[in-house]
């Protein structure tokens, strides 16, 4: 039958800090005494270290440096912006001011630089060697200066490795700092690398000056052969078209042109509007006075309204005497001869307008055209100016250009020559460094603390890995929890020889009575666990050998015999121990040679002396235990000793080795599982419970055997078994003090 597994129930997860701080506890010495180990260790490495000394010199990075003059166009440095101070830093780890300090300062041959290869590397280039099969640099014969190349590039990265350049944040300020194992030579390094920096960046700008200074001049020499053609060029033009101002003669001639089309555009005026008046008169007709005398222009002329006034006083003069006087009245006459007279002078006065309005006309006409003339000369005239002003300007303003050019080499030639001896540093030091008095590292206490700190940190969590990797049955909340059984009761360990079984009659000794009280604890728990059933018939096997079955089925055994009649079977019919234990002779009969009918069941029994318990042995070892345990035989002798015996306590065979636990278990009326406490693991017992159940045993729990009680009382893995226990122990040691005293 294949066994089956049955479900574990599944509960909620919850954090129980009580154990973590246990496995802290129980792996409390042992990560502290790693620990301090380490510590110790990591001080002696400490103290045998070199100490490192670092020395700073502080410089300040002008933004704006003060020159003879102002000649920065030349350098093209714009040293406002933040790429400047960048790229001034980088300057700073440079490889060259590097090589520069170290051949101002022959580090070279400074001990610190040549120090002989390492143990490391040494045992590195011997391992390479030993080992032809490992990859090989090409071997290359070098000259002695690319060797001599070679050391001072090497030389050149150990030595920017010690180096730091660290700008000072919001300031012009940065840090030079060196780290060295000699203090002085930190100190003058950190200087040397500052002042090496300054010369370097006056001896390039210096260059730079130099260099400009001699390109001007060069250039000099053409722009003024430019200059003094283009000169000439000029004067001979002016010479050519008898120029003297020709800015003055264009100014007249563009004043001439605006003055006559102004005189022009006003003519034009006039003569449209008395062309307007002619083509009305030609219309009304030149006799037609009536009509010529409505037209605003004659109208309005200052001799026809005084004509006119005098025509309307005539009138009125005659229409006043013609109410006084008649039509042949002289008064009357005279006064009708004079309004004839008026009228006959206005259309005179009219007609000599309309002549005088066509004379205007022509005389406009006239000046029309001759303006119009005139117009054309003038604009022919300017044209001709403008094209020589043209040539002029042209040939002016590149005698302009080159004079400009000239005057701007030229000075600058001379910037040069005042500056190219000076120029103010680049940079300046504010605090040079001094040789430090104490090393900055290795710092010692820290790198001991560190270490001491991190192997605890490293054990708690090996600690923890390991009880998380321990998947052995350690306490009653695995058997409660994780196999769902009753624990029916624990078994300390009790130190013996190494090789040896525990005494059989442990349990009776005076020095036992820990030992003792759990066994009577374990008897109690599963005879109240089995109070509504009839148990006699008591099964004991464990999951593998060496759990300490055929200790607890003998202990049991003896608990249960002072109360009632017990009888303790060895059906382990594989490996059986009980005879050697109780010391029964290998040949004398037992449980094989009942079932199989050779001996009788009287003849079977062995008394123990000491605790009058009755013993059946296995008997003789036979060849087919399985079949012996499946009998029924076996079943009527059970059956026949139940009439006997209060108790029948049976020891098995393990389930993980043989099935004769579970044939075993369909006889018994109850079975008792056996655990090695921190050693078997949770799969086997899980897998044995799980065989028993399947062969519908009647399992009452589980006993952890030989659970080291020292530990128990420090993690509290046991609390509520250990604890009774111990209180029992403890009555027991005051009792015995008591009767020594």
């Given at each position: 039958m294949e066994p089956v597994i049955t479900e574990q129930p599944k509960t909620e997860e919850v954090i129980d800090l009580r154990q973590y701080f246990n496995i802290v506890n129980k792996y409390k010495w042992r990560v502290f005494g790693l620990a301090a180990f380490v510590a110790v260790f990591t001080a002696i490495i400490a103290i045998k270290m070199t100490p490192i000394y670092s020395a700073t010199a502080t410089l300040i990075i002008e933004a704006e440096q003060a020159k003879a003059v102002n000649f920065q166009e030349v350098y093209g440095l714009d040293s406002s912006r933040q790429e400047y101070y960048l790229t001034q830093f980088e300057i700073l780890k440079s490889k060259s001011i590097a090589q520069k300090v170290i051949e101002r300062l022959d580090l070279l041959t400074h001990p610190e630089f040549n120090k002989p290869p390492s143990v490391l590397a040494g045992l590195k280039s011997a391992l390479k060697e030993s080992l032809p099969f490992l990859p090989q640099k090409d071997t290359q014969l070098l000259s002695a200066e690319e060797i001599a190349e070679q050391k001072m590039q090497a030389l050149v990265k150990d030595f920017s490795e010690k180096l730091s350049i660290s700008p000072v944040r919001k300031t012009q300020l940065v840090n030079i700092s060196f780290e060295s194992e000699d203090p002085k030579l930190a100190a003058l390094v950190a200087n040397t690398l500052g002042e090496v920096y300054i010369e370097q960046n006056m001896a390039a700008k210096m260059g730079i000056t130099q260099k400009a200074a001699g390109w001007l001049s060069d250039r000099l020499s053409g722009l003024r052969e430019r200059l003094d053609e283009s000169e000439t060029k000029l004067q001979k033009y002016r010479e050519k078209e008898n120029l003297i101002d020709i800015e003055g003669v264009v100014g007249l001639t563009t004043q001439e042109l605006e003055q006559t089309s102004t005189q022009l555009v006003?003519?034009?005026?006039?003569?449209?509007?008395?062309?307007?008046?002619?083509?009305?008169?030609?219309?009304?007709?030149?006799?037609?006075?009536?009509?010529?005398?409505?037209?605003?222009?004659?109208?309005?002329?200052?001799?026809?309204?005084?004509?006119?006034?005098?025509?309307?006083?005539?009138?009125?003069?005659?229409?006043?005497?013609?109410?006084?006087?008649?039509?042949?009245?002289?008064k009357m006459i005279a006064a009708q001869a004079e309004l004839k007279t008026v009228k006959a002078n206005l259309s005179l006065q009219v007609r000599s307008l309309v002549t005088g309005i066509e004379k205007e006309v022509k005389t406009s006409q006239a000046n029309v055209r001759a303006l119009e003339a005139e117009l054309t000369r003038i604009r022919e005239e300017y044209q001709r100016v403008t094209a020589k002003e043209n040539d002029y300007r042209k040939l002016k303003r590149e005698v302009d250009t080159n004079r400009k050019i000239y005057d701007t080499f030229f000075s600058r030639s001379k910037e040069t020559e005042v500056t190219s001896d000076f120029n103010a540093a680049v940079a300046r030091f504010t605090d040079r460094a001094y040789?430090?008095?104490?090393?900055?590292?290795?710092?010692?206490?820290?790198?001991?603390?560190?270490?001491?700190?991190?192997?605890?940190?490293?054990?708690?969590?090996?600690?923890?890995?390991?009880?998380?990797?321990?998947?052995?049955?350690?306490?009653?909340?695995?058997?409660?929890?994780?196999?769902?059984?009753?624990?029916?009761?624990?078994?300390?360990?009790?130190?013996?020889?190494?090789?040896?079984?525990?005494?059989?009659?442990?349990?009776?000794?005076?020095?036992?009575?820990?030992?003792?009280?759990?066994?009577?604890?374990?008897?109690?728990?599963?005879?109240?666990?089995?109070?509504?059933?009839?148990?006699?018939?008591?099964?004991?096997?464990?999951?593998?050998?060496?759990?300490?079955?055929?200790?607890?089925?003998?202990?049991?055994?003896?608990?249960l015999g002072q109360m009632e009649k017990v009888l303790l079977i060895d059906a382990d019919m594989r490996k059986p121990s009980v005879c050697k234990r109780f010391g029964i002779p290998a040949y004398h009969p037992g449980l094989s040679n009942v079932i199989a009918g050779t001996e009788k069941v009287e003849d079977c029994m062995f008394i123990d002396e000491k605790s009058g318990l009755t013993i059946m042995p296995c008997g003789q070892l036979p060849t087919n235990p399985l079949e012996l345990l499946s009998s029924a035989r076996f079943e009527k002798l059970l059956d026949a000793l139940k009439g006997r015996f209060d108790r029948i306590v049976i020891d098995t065979a393990p389930t993980q080795a043989v099935s004769d636990a579970l044939i075993i278990s369909r006889q018994a009326d109850a079975m008792i599982y056996v655990v090695k406490a921190d050693s078997t693991r949770m799969g086997l017992v899980q897998n044995g419970v799980s065989r028993l159940i399947a062969a519908n045993a009647k399992l009452a729990g589980i006993v952890l055997n030989q659970v080291d009680t020292k530990k128990a009382g420090k993690n509290g893995a046991y609390q509520g078994y250990y604890d009774y226990y111990s209180y029992g122990h403890e009555n027991e040691n005051v009792v015995e003090a008591k009767k020594s005293a």
């Open positions: 006003q003519t034009r005026n006039e003569r449209n509007k008395l062309e307007s008046i002619m083509r009305v008169i030609n219309e009304y007709g030149r006799d037609n006075l009536e009509r010529l005398e409505t037209i605003p222009e004659i109208t309005s002329h200052k001799v026809v309204q005084d004509v006119k006034k005098e025509v309307v006083i005539s009138e009125r003069k005659v229409s006043e005497f013609a109410e006084v006087y008649g039509p042949k009245h002289p040789a430090p008095v104490e090393p900055v590292k290795p710092k010692k206490g820290l790198i001991v603390a560190l270490a001491f700190i991190a192997t605890l940190g490293l054990g708690v969590v090996v600690a923890f890995v390991i009880e998380a990797l321990n998947d052995t049955v350690k306490s009653s909340h695995d058997i409660e929890n994780k196999l769902a059984q009753r624990m029916l009761g624990l078994l300390p360990k009790v130190a013996h020889k190494k090789g040896t079984n525990l005494n059989i009659h442990y349990f009776f000794d005076k020095d036992a009575r820990q030992f003792s009280e759990a066994v009577r604890t374990f008897r109690t728990g599963f005879v109240l666990s089995q109070m509504d059933k009839n148990s006699k018939v008591i099964a004991i096997t464990s999951s593998v050998p060496g759990e300490g079955k055929t200790t607890t089925s003998t202990n049991l055994a003896f608990s």
